[in-house]
Nanobody, 113 residues
Framework: QVQLVESGGGLVQPGGSLRLACAAS????????MAWYRQTPGEQRELVAR???????NYADSVKGRFTISRDNAKNTVYLQMNSLTPEDTAVYYC???????WGQGTQVTVSS
């Protein structure tokens, strides 16, 4: 059974940084495109960033230049480095094996002074 476990969320002031991590128990991690999504109450889940098995990356326009997605295949882990955070980045962030129904439990990120 595939498990995705996110960590690293929390409360941060505007302009601050956080790094999220997602540890995957999938044997096929190395060959999978991985993604981070976020969701606020009443809204649809939004794709934030994704990274292919070859480490090609894509970002939502709202986070380009501020967020960086990366992966460590030796640790079966994908990361999301988030810099210059704003209150609009407040959401629950989810890890996903892209185009599958495999999701983590989510981690709350709150940006507030």
């Amino acid at each position: 059974q595939v498990q995705l476990v996110e960590s690293g969320g929390g409360l941060v002031q505007p302009g601050g940084s956080l790094r999220l991590a997602c540890a995957a128990s999938a044997w096929f991690f190395k060959s999978s495109t991985m993604a981070w999504y976020r969701q606020t109450p009443g809204e649809q889940r939004e794709l934030v960033a994704r990274i292919t098995s070859g480490s090609n990356t894509n970002y939502a326009d709202s986070v380009k230049g501020r967020f960086t997605i990366s992966r460590d295949n030796a640790k079966n882990t994908v990361y999301l480095q988030m810099n210059s955070l704003t209150p609009e980045d407040t959401a629950v962030y989810y890890c996903n094996i892209y185009n599958t129904r495999n999701w983590g439990q989510g981690t709350q990120v709150t940006v507030s002074s």
